[in-house]
């Protein structure tokens, strides 16, 4: 970053700061800090360079927040579409309940003004709380957002422009019962053959769930061809729970999240048939679980390498403190 000198006499006192041009405009920089004296006040915003905000192409500084609904909103989940806009779920709250809630930004960060109501879209699925846990992108452009409303997995596909598609679901609204607790959709992919697959956890009684996987057909109708469209995974007496789902390039389907066994949370892994049938050739059954610290451990995130091999990230605790963890799996 080039800087010029700048020489200033206040009063008796003859100072050196110097200047450089950021997003097109000239700024004075502090010379103890190396800070654009504009942005003194947001000292972690400063300075131009890799892995900072990007200050000059994206909302105000690089940073954009959005208030949709009355109370608080919390954003859960993001997609980028092939043309740059950014697509954004989560639930807003009216001061009484939650909602589906969704938002699409351009590539500089404004608001889609063709999307929605100015860039937003608000969504009550059921008569209590309801919230976008995750978000996907079909090839034709349509949005799907998969999470919860009143202890059901919930499913909202909305056309490019925002609108609930009427040819999916009820007014484009689908929600599923599994157990005989509450149930939760958490993470969700979008096959090549238009169907869409859901994981999340179903409890069964107060303290133990299940991984819980759920295949609709692109109409939203339980696909009868996996395992009569919901399958339940249970990796021990208490509480287990899936949080993300990849696609094999085989149709398999590879889960992950976290098990308890009573005291501690350990990362769990289950992989399925395109079927919706815990594959043998994986782990024990199909399932695997990996105790990694000395207390909690929770996996949260999957990803596929081109050779196979299965990257699932989340966290690991000793104790005291938790730490970053990355586990890779053969396939």
């Known amino acids: 970053m080039n800087a ?19 997003c097109g405009g000239a700024y004075a920089l502090n010379p103890a800090t190396s800070a654009p004296e504009k942005w003194l006040s947001d000292p972690a915003l400063v300075v131009v360079g890799s892995g900072k905000p990007d200050f000059c192409t994206f909302g105000n500084r690089g940073i954009v927040t959005t208030p949709i609904g009355s109370s608080n909103d919390f954003g859960k989940a993001l997609a980028v579409q092939p043309d740059g806009k950014i697509v954004m779920t989560g639930f807003s709250n009216n001061g009484s309940n939650a909602d589906f809630a969704l938002v699409r930004y351009t590539s500089s960060g404004a608001l889609d003004p063709t999307f929605g109501s100015g860039g937003k879209v608000i969504t009550p699925v059921g008569s209590g709380d309801d919230s976008g846990e995750a978000v996907a992108l079909q090839s034709d452009g349509k949005i799907v957002v998969a999470g919860y409303s ?12 925002g609108v609930p598609d009427n040819t999916f679901g009820s007014g484009g609204k689908v929600t599923t019962s599994i157990g005989t607790g509450s149930d939760a959709g958490g993470a969700v992919v979008i096959q090549s053959d238009g169907k869409i697959v859901v994981a999340g956890y179903s409890f069964k009684s107060t303290f133990d769930a299940d991984f819980a996987l759920v295949r609709y057909t692109s109409s939203g109708a339980l696909d009868p061809t996996f395992s009569g469209g919901t399958v339940t995974t249970t990796f021990g007496t208490f509480a287990d ?26 990362w769990a892994l289950a992989r399925y048939s395109s079927s919706g049938v815990l594959d043998p050739t994986f782990g024990t059954g199909g399932k695997v679980t ?34 970053f963890a990355v586990v890779r799996y053969i396939p």
């Open 150 to 161: 009143n202890g059901d997995f919930a499913l909202v596909r909305y056309t490019s422009s």
């Open 290 to 323: 990996t105790p990694i610290g000395s207390s909690t451990d929770a996996g949260s995130a999957v990803a596929l390498q081109s050779d196979g091999k299965i990257v699932v990230a989340g966290d690991s605790s000793n104790g005291g403190n938790a730490d």
């Open 241 to 266: 729970q899936a949080r993300q789902v990849a696609l094999q390039s085989d149709g398999k389907i590879v889960v992950g999240g976290i098990r308890s066994n009573g005291s501690t949370y350990e």
């Open 4 to 22: 010029t000198v700048i020489r200033t006499l206040v009063g008796s006192t003859l100072t050196d700061s110097r200047a450089i041009s950021v």
